[in-house]
């Protein structure tokens, strides 16, 4: 019924991923060859029989090619940084959880402090000590963001280790390791999707933000956050330089944030349907209700 | 307040000072040895070919020669004197250059931050209290845009509309309110999307309730309902978005004064981390932690007093 809601931004994603998967095969020119004599040509332009839909930048590459490319940058990182540090966070938050003690203790101080700091300047300072590089705002955003999906693990598996069939496996003499891999993750791991798919587009801008002011992908890559740095330097005469990077990455982000919204709603009945429908038609047959999603939101912010 | 609720109140505001300076002392420490890992500044700030003994005099001089043990106690020494240190690059107090960027920021972000509130909380009310009708339809998209649109974006896309084509507000630099408000609603517009949405939430839960029927049963029209029985309620999750949305623009800051060449202390940092300027960035990391160590601190404040059950249970009942 609503899955539009879902399959909308999922297939303009897809589209995205493809784009970046092809590049070579899509893009109309090298996104770093420098044509000279064709430089700050507007969209549309044709110069000496090359045409440029979306015109060149200061140093005459052609803008598209450069956005074509720069999605792989965009997509990678944003991938990455939240398969890392989801993997790292849930794996911190199930132990913290599991073990409990002196532990976890220790892991959720360590939370703590690590979103004690305001994490844009944490992310500047980690790529100022390790040097501007492509897996280097991969390691920082994910050592900035891992917390999100420790205390979200944390908070879950405390519920979910008193819960029957896991007191049943406990009490069966099941080992703990087999626990937390049959019972415990299957519980963890659709609120630790939710949370990677709210993260995703904050992770697009993140990457684009470091790149913006220099402390991310290094020229000549094209990314989107460079070539909007590049194309501000040009605002009063050049419009398209700022313009179409920017259109690509809102893009990208409003999809992704409407697919993180979808799939939150999904695994969140609470949410699913206006409250006042669902009073009149009781136990759908749909599994309990958890309110994950307001802490969610507010981590989200 | 009773006697037993005020102990209560200023033993829990004790734990969180602790915590809060806990966790102070680790951000520096942390910042303190990274940035020694990191490298050598004195290779960047010598000239270009100096020799290898002017480094090791430079070195020396900037004290980066000693243990580095040796150089944490020195600073931690100093920092209880109220000594951050001097800048390698601008050679004078570190202190000196933070608090002549200090009035720039505050500005801009105070700025911001009220625009963002009013926006933020005046759209999710409407947006609550207008479910399904032209309203909501109207905002719920302008919400989502705003959410998506990086401040970068943002900023020149104001730039290109406002200063280039319109020529009606100037794009850079500070002199008078003129120059105040693009960068405002450049860092407002995230932050207000935000505090729209959370609103939303937090008034629909609200709705629900009981003393809402109760209240709208005894014939309360909205303007009432919404001074008299929502506003208390659905002050501590707000509250909670502000708190986060203060982190948030003082972050965003960094960008947006970059856009608009505003001389406040994101454009401070950006030179701080460029110049490798080791005495400068620590200073800044801490006075950020502490702005930010503050705004939490007067925000449990806040719980405490708005809402008295967060004393009983240790926790904001909001979200």
């Known amino acids: ?301 | 307040m009773r006697a037993g609720a005020a102990a209560a109140v200023c033993r829990y505001l004790g734990i969180r000072l602790g915590q809060a300076l806990i966790a102070l002392f680790g951000v520096t420490t942390a910042v303190f040895f990274a940035l020694r890992l990191s490298g050598d500044p004195a290779q960047l700030l010598a000239p270009q070919g100096a020799s290898q003994a002017d480094i090791a005099a430079l070195r020396h001089q900037l004290g980066l020669d000693a243990p580095v043990w040796r150089q944490y106690l020195d600073y931690l020494g100093n920092l209880l004197h109220g000594d951050l240190g001097y800048s390698y690059v601008q050679h004078e107090p570190a202190l000196t250059l933070i608090t002549q960027r200090i009035p720039y920021t505050v500005n801009l972000a105070l700025a911001a931050l009220v625009l963002s509130a009013v926006l933020g909380v005046g759209a999710g009310m409407v947006m609550a209290l207008n479910r399904g009708r032209w309203p909501e339809r109207v905002l719920t998209p302008l919400v989502l845009v705003g959410q998506a649109m990086p401040a970068f974006w943002t900023g020149i896309l104001l730039i290109l509309v406002f200063s280039v084509t319109f020529n009606l507000l100037p794009s850079t630099g500070f002199n008078g309110f003129d120059s105040l408000i693009l960068p405002a609603v450049t860092l407002a517009s995230l932050s207000a999307a935000t505090i729209a949405r959370m609103t939303r939430g937090a008034v629909l839960e609200q709705l629900d309730r009981d003393y809402i029927r109760t209240a709208r049963s005894k014939g309360a029209g909205t303007a009432r309902l919404v001074t008299r029985h929502l506003a208390r309620n659905i002050s501590i999750p707000i509250l909670t978005v502000l708190a986060l949305e203060v982190a948030n623009l003082l972050g965003g800051s960094v960008v947006t004064e970059l856009i608009f060449a505003w001389p406040g202390i994101g454009q401070l940092t950006v030179q701080s981390v460029d110049g490798r300027d080791f005495p400068l960035i620590q200073a800044i990391v801490l006075l950020a932690a502490v702005v930010y160590i503050a705004v939490n601190f007067v925000t449990d404040i806040a719980y405490a007093v708005l809402d008295p059950r967060v004393t009983t249970t240790g926790k904001a009942a909001g979200p």
Request: some cysteine; hydrophobic content about 55%.
């Open chain 1, 1 to 301: 019924m609503r899955n539009h809601r879902t399959l909308v931004p999922a297939i303009v994603i897809a589209l995205y991923v493809l784009v970046a998967l092809c590049a070579p095969l899509i893009a109309p020119f090298d996104p770093n060859h420098a044509d000279l004599a064709a430089r700050l040509s507007g969209p549309f332009a044709t110069t000496h029989g090359h045409f440029h839909l979306l015109g060149t930048d200061g140093l005459g590459r052609d803008v598209l090619s450069r956005i074509i490319y720069g999605s792989r940058v965009s997509l990678a990182v944003a991938a990455a940084t939240v398969l890392v540090s989801g993997a790292f966070g849930v794996t911190l938050g199930v132990v913290a959880g599991w073990r409990r003690g002196w532990l976890a203790a220790v892991i959720m101080r360590l939370a703590d402090i690590a979103l004690s700091v305001p994490f844009f300047l944490l992310a500047i300072l980690v790529v100022a000590v390790l040097g501007p590089s492509l897996v280097n705002v991969v390691i920082c955003l994910s050592l900035v963001r891992w917390p999100r999906y420790t205390r979200i693990a944390y908070a879950n598996v405390l519920e979910t280790r008193e819960r029957g069939f896991v007191r049943g496996a406990v009490a069966v003499g099941a080992p703990g390791r087999w626990i937390v891999l049959r019972h415990i993750l299957p519980e963890v791991a659709p609120l630790a999707v939710v949370v990677g798919t709210l993260e995703l587009g904050l992770m697009v801008v993140f990457e684009a933000s470091l790149s913006f002011i220099g402390l991310g992908v290094q020229p000549p890559t094209a990314s989107w956050g460079s070539m909007l740095s590049d194309g501000q330097q040009y605002v009063a005469s050049a419009w398209w330089l700022a313009t179409f990077p920017g259109l690509a990455l809102f893009g990208l982000v409003l999809t992704v944030n409407l697919l993180g919204d979808a799939v939150r709603d999904r695994l969140d009945p609470r949410r699913r349907v206006p409250r006042r429908v669902r009073r009149r038609r009781p136990g759908l047959g749909e599994p309990a209700a958890e309110p994950i999603t307001t802490a969610l939101e507010a981590d989200h912010a």
